[in-house]
Nanobody
Framework: VQLQAYGGGLVQAGGALRLSCTIS????????LGWYRQAPGKQREFVAG???????NYVDSVKGRFTISRDNAKNTVHLQMNSLKPEDTAVHYC?????????????????????WGQGTKVTVSS
């Protein structure tokens, strides 16, 4: 499986970015997809997830600002990030897992992935 995230960059606080991640080598449509981020000196954390049926979940710090979506025809997951804050500065990664049922997002939240792509860096200046 190859995970290729892109779309990051430098933006001022209050600005917006749209991240995308293409995942190849799997049956994309059957997987739950997640965006994660790792700020300097911190552990990687779950940001947003979307299951195979299109249901979404977000951490509280990004609710109302970020929107995750998926395009199964293009094996791509997107993260629209609005009203960016300096604390959103991090390398952002995507990943996938077979997470189903009502607790699918908990599965994504605690997933222990064996591999990650290179990520895409987001820097928000104040």
């Amino acid at each position: 499986v190859q995970l290729q995230a892109y779309g990051g960059g430098l933006v001022q606080a209050g600005g917006a970015l749209r991240l995308s991640c293409t995942i190849s080598g799997s049956t994309f449509s059957s997987y739950a997809l997640g965006w994660y981020r790792q700020a300097p000196g911190k552990q990687r954390e779950f940001v947003a997830g979307i299951n195979s049926g299109g249901s979404t979940n977000y951490v509280d710090s990004v609710k109302g600002r970020f929107t995750i979506s998926r395009d199964n025809a293009k094996n791509t997951v997107h993260l629209q990030m609005n009203s960016l804050k300096p604390e959103d500065t991090a390398v952002h990664y995507c990943n996938q897992e077979r997470c189903d049922g009502s607790n699918w997002w908990i599965c994504l939240f605690f997933a222990d992935f064996t591999s990650w792509g290179q990520g895409t860096k987001v820097t928000v200046s104040s």
